[in-house]
């Protein structure tokens, strides 16, 4: 596990990225900045330019605070818990969640993700 920051809409967020092949890859392109869009009131995605290793994987549910990679370019912050039938590649996860939703925000939300010091 690599611990990482992700500060969403100027508000920061402990993190770690876990060590699969995408998880790794996406780490290589750290530091970044990306404006992440909405989509259903309980995610926040991005296509990426590059693709990553994708090994996706039905969860049955996602947590507040996972990032997943969907397929394998598109990098998705969930900040609701709910069930779901989609398949995901596990990237990492927020550490602590109190507070993401309301940093998310409901439109678009600019998101740099970075090594933590």
Known sequence: MTKIQ???NGQSFPATLNNSAAAQAL???LPVTLVMEDLN????YIYLDEKLAA???A?????AGDLMLFGN?????????????YSYTSLGSISEVSGLAEAVGTGQ?????ERAE
């Open 109 to 113: 939300a600019e998101v740099t993700i």
């Open 41 to 44: 009131g309980n995610e926040k």
């Open 6 to 8: 992700m500060t969403i």
């Open 27 to 29: 780490l290589h392109q």
């Open 73 to 85: 370019n598109c990098l998705v912050l969930f900040y609701k818990s709910f069930a779901t039938d």
């Open 55 to 57: 090994n996706s994987i």
């Open 59 to 63: 969860f049955g549910s996602v947590s």
